[in-house]
């Protein structure tokens, strides 16, 4: 299974996908004019991997501004992870904050939501 390496625009979330490692990253700002089909990238990526690998997986985020579009299908990207966790897949959710930041904020209200070890980071 191939990576999948996404570079940040002014609008979009860097992405590093590393199948071998299980590693998944996402940096950055979210505010795309197509948010459903930046996101059903992602989401189609993610479902291939754990059908064809089903190692476990680690989830870095290190957001900076979600607009409510992206933040609906943020959580539509953890409820795939939920439902690998709920049959048995390991998963690990980090979840990076700056001191002061909405982030932390809305980290602790994806960790209310899901079903998932997601785990707050303060960074800087």
Do not use: C
């Not at 996101?39 to 607009?67: C, H, M, R």
């Not at 998963?91 to 939501?113: C, H, I, P, S, T």
């Amino acid at each position: 299974m191939e990576n999948l390496i996404l570079e940040p625009t002014d609008k979009t979330l860097k992405i590093n996908f590393e199948a071998e490692k299980g590693f998944l990253e996402m940096e950055g700002v979210s505010y795309p004019e197509r948010t459903w089909h930046f996101f059903q990238t992602l989401n189609a990526w993610l479902k291939s991997y754990i059908s064809e690998i089903g190692k476990p997986v680690t989830l870095d985020l290190k957001l900076q501004y979600l607009n409510s579009t992206s933040t609906k299908y943020l959580m539509d990207f953890l409820e795939i992870l939920e439902e690998f966790y709920a049959r048995g897949g390991k998963v690990r959710v980090n979840w990076y904050y700056e001191k002061g930041d909405d982030m932390e904020e809305m980290g602790n209200e994806f960790a209310e939501d899901i079903d998932l070890p997601l785990e707050l980071i303060l960074y800087n």
